[in-house]
């Protein structure tokens, strides 16, 4: 059975910012397969290309722009047009566009936003209503979102903003199932990554929001003996060892930053036998002690990751999960890997408050990128 997305009411039309020019793909269109570099760098014409679907989270690289998605798995992505809008597809009845063009920093991002409603919005067009709209951050980005509804589907438009693109990433589900779905887009954004030069500066010309390779202070090196692992961190950050097992990385207290927290916990769990059982039973145990201390605990999503150093690979889980701990809202980015060998595994953690989550993600992920296990005791 082929699958058909949820109606948009958008199928005949076109959205325009500005340079930015949005044509939903039609689920039943044929489209070319593409799957080798060579084929993703070579000049595209105006039709469609379909990527292939894998059973495991893919990251997908924009040839244009050189943002990077990660794509969960059974999830299907189109390409369409020069400027490669993209379209991503999933048979529980939800569909995400993303399309970028050329900064337009005389054009505020809620004069685009005022645009798509001119002409998508009001009666006898497609959305009746607007539910909610907030401004917040994108991977270090300024962003608008906003939430329409109409004809049976509710539609969230998150508009960002970085040095060099304009961004449009766009969630369509049936209204009855969109807080069900809202949590896959969520997952999505989280784990979107723009091309470095797009947090150079932010839409005002100051720093953009999490800039960590822009403070001015060089960067730290923690490399304790016997803790398995080196790992490079903010120089105006600081380090506590809490415990000898765990490593906590976080901003100066009175800063913005303390609230974004990094740790490396190494654990042992008595009933592995192996790598891969400690990895299991050590993730088991952080989702119960989750449960058990916070409240409103919601797993966003959970999947598998390989690590890979030099000539080192592992196989590990990685979690998203909201929670709320002392009346406030968090959410946690946790990723569980075993050590080579023995019975130890790795949970490491980014957390912040949920509302400060993606600003402060551009440090946990340059955290994450120099984090290097050393096999043997480290």
Do not use: C
Request: net charge positive; no cysteine; proline share 8%.
């Amino acid at each position: 059975m082929r699958w058909r997305p949820a109606a948009t009411g958008l199928a005949a039309g076109l959205i325009v910012f500005n340079g930015l020019t949005f044509s939903p793909l039609a689920a039943g269109e044929t489209v070319l397969a593409q799957s080798t570099p060579s084929q993703q760098q070579a000049p595209r014409l105006p039709g469609k290309r379909k990527l292939g679907v894998s059973n495991q989270v893919q990251t997908y690289l924009h040839p244009v722009r050189k943002f990077t998605l990660a794509i969960p798995p059974g999830m299907e992505v189109f390409e369409r047009g020069e400027t490669v809008q993209v379209s991503i597809r999933s048979r529980q009845g939800y569909m995400i566009n993303v399309q970028t063009g050329d900064a337009k920093p005389k054009v505020s991002l809620a004069q685009m936003t005022a645009k798509l409603e001119a002409q998508y919005l009001g009666p006898g067009k497609p959305w009746s209503q607007k539910t909610s709209q907030r401004t917040l951050s994108v991977a270090g980005l300024a962003a608008n979102e906003v939430i329409y509804e109409g004809a049976g589907t509710r539609v969230r438009v998150v508009i960002a903003r970085g040095q060099k693109s304009d961004f449009v990433f766009m969630f369509f589900a049936p209204r009855g199932a969109y807080e069900s779905l809202a949590s896959k887009f969520d997952w999505i954004l989280a784990n979107f990554q723009p091309n470095p030069a797009e947090r150079l500066t932010a839409a005002g010309g100051g720093p953009s929001p999490g800039a960590g390779a822009k403070t001015g202070v060089p960067p730290k090196r923690f490399a304790e003996p016997g803790y398995g692992y080196s790992i490079q961190y903010p120089g105006d950050w600081v380090v506590a060892l809490s415990s000898a097992n765990t490593a906590t990385f976080s901003g100066k207290k009175g800063t913005d930053a303390f609230h974004a927290i990094v740790s490396i916990q190494n654990v042992k769990p008595p009933e592995a036998k192996t790598p891969a059982q400690a990895a299991v039973r050590a993730l088991a145990d952080l989702k119960a002690s989750l449960s058990r201390e916070a409240s409103n605990v919601v797993f966003i999503g959970e999947q598998p990751l390989t690590y890979k150093n030099e000539n080192l690979s592992l196989e590990g889980r990685q979690i998203v999960v909201t929670y709320t701990f002392a009346g406030e809202r968090f959410r946690k980015w946790a990723l569980v890997v075993p050590r080579p060998s023995g019975t130890v595994a790795h949970i490491w953690s980014y957390t912040a408050p949920d509302s400060r989550f993606r600003t402060f993600r551009p440090f946990a992920d340059a955290m994450l990128k120099s984090w290097t296990i050393r096999p043997g005791n480290g």
